[in-house]
């Protein structure tokens, strides 16, 4: 099969013919169709990602979107010609996506929303995990509550807008002007974080009150941000960026709680994969019903053009998320 390699951190992607994998005990072997580029894969490229615990040679990709080509032993769950899509490598020592074939783990897969192409299935599993995981396991998302999303037009933001939305909460979200007509349509009321300050956004959408929920998708000096704009006593912040020195007082004071949020832990440790396949059962089941569709860039890339996919997302110019098309 063809592959694109990672050979040393800061090197270019180098597409190869290698070994197609056998699928072995509770795996089945995926024909990929469409892999979808994280900004965390650019950063596993350039060798500043430790926690993903990725070591050159690597096949780099995360989320992906294929048909199942073989059934491994013991795997009842899946058989030839399912389509199906999942977060299923490209970290620690698990092959990822930018490959014709992978050999992947059942527990970390499910079958794709019909209602959706395989370009835009391959571009959810790690964004709605990771908003499924704050809002839903940790912050109890419930009708009504008020939910604040910093980075509401970003990967993860976008689908935590829809996601919360499809629970019956009201949505706010925060971003810089270009971004404010994105978050408006996608449902929640848009915030200039460039304008507004944390106080007068609290004040005028909670009457000083402070969010339920708050997600945070973008870390630094955003999160500290959080921490004053969430409710007292019952308010809960997530953040998917939490790793910084930050002041847990102003969360204190308010006698709120917070929650990090770490995706790829099932993968790294093994621990935990059925509930990443629950989770994409359920986001598939709400695409079909209308609730969830990703936003996709226009611009196509390839297996031979997996490089310039990397450095359109380190440009920071997109206007969804970058896909690649691999079979």
């Given amino acids: 099969m063809r592959a694109v390699l990672l050979k040393e951190f800061g090197g270019p992607l180098v597409l190869e013919e290698t070994e197609t994998p056998v699928p072995g005990h509770g795996q089945v072997l995926v024909r990929v169709t469409a892999s979808g580029v994280n900004p965390l894969d650019t950063k596993i490229r350039a060798g500043r990602a430790a926690h993903a615990r990725s070591q050159p040679p690597a096949v780099l990709g995360m989320d992906l979107a294929g048909v199942v080509a073989e059934v491994g032993p013991h795997v009842t769950d899946f058989a030839a010609g399912d389509e199906v899509y999942g977060l299923t490598g490209g970290v620690g020592d698990l092959q990822g996506s930018l490959a014709e074939f992978a050999a992947v783990d059942t527990r970390l897969l499910a079958h794709k929303p019909e209602s959706l192409t395989p370009r835009e299935a391959a571009a959810l599993p790690l964004a709605v995990i990771t908003a499924w995981e704050g809002l839903v396991d940790r912050a109890r998302l419930d009708a009504g509550q008020r939910v604040l999303v910093h980075g509401g037009a970003g990967g993860v933001g976008h689908v935590a807008i829809q996601l919360a939305r499809a629970r ?27 304008t507004t300050a944390v106080a007068d956004y609290v004040a005028e959408h909670t009457a000083g009150e402070g969010f339920d929920v708050v997600f945070d998708s973008v870390g630094g000096s955003t999160l500290d941000q959080s921490f004053t704009a969430v409710r007292t006593y019952t308010g809960h912040v997530v953040s998917t960026l939490g790793w910084g020195t930050h002041s847990l007082a102003p969360l204190s004071f308010r006698g709120a709680s917070y929650s990090g949020i770490f995706t790829l832990l ?38 031979a053009t997996a490089t310039d996919a990397h450095a359109t997302v380190e440009s920071g110019n997109t206007s969804g998320k970058i896909m690649i098309d691999v079979g």
């Fill in 168 to 194: 019956n909460a009201q949505v706010f979200a925060t971003g810089s002007a270009r971004s404010l007509a994105t978050i408006a349509r996608l449902g929640a009321t848009p915030i200039d974080y460039t």
């Fill in 266 to 303: 099932p993968l790294l440790t093994g621990e935990g994969r059925e509930h990443h396949s629950e989770i994409l059962r359920q986001a598939a089941a709400l695409a079909d019903a209308g609730g969830l569709k990703p936003v996709l860039d226009p611009r196509r890339f390839t297996l």
